[in-house]
């Protein structure tokens, strides 16, 4: 069960879109997400654009919030 946990919880996001990733947080919302546990999220990324909503797997999100640690 602890292997199963540590797997899950590797991946801190559900997708990517564009430069970012994101975390589904609702039917309709997502938050930018940060990419692990590694101190390599968004390294060389020196600008971005945070959209309103982002489609992903036939559903359009709303972007709601920046997850914590994400940049």
């Given at each position: 069960m602890a292997v199963l946990l540590t797997a899950l919880s590797a991946q801190a996001y559900d997708f990517q879109s564009g430069d970012l990733y994101y975390k589904i947080t609702s039917d309709s919302t997502v938050e930018v997400a940060y990419l692990?546990?590694?101190s390599d999220n968004y390294q060389?990324?020196?600008t971005a654009t945070i959209p309103a909503t982002v489609p992903y797997d036939g559903t359009t999100y709303s972007?709601?919030?920046?997850g914590y640690r994400a940049f």
């Amino acid at each position: 069960m602890a292997v199963l946990l540590t797997a899950l919880s590797a991946q801190a996001y559900d997708f990517q879109s564009g430069d970012l990733y994101y975390k589904i947080t609702s039917d309709s919302t997502v938050e930018v997400a940060y990419l692990s546990k590694s101190s390599d999220n968004y390294q060389g990324l020196t600008t971005a654009t945070i959209p309103a909503t982002v489609p992903y797997d036939g559903t359009t999100y709303s972007v709601t919030s920046i997850g914590y640690r994400a940049f």
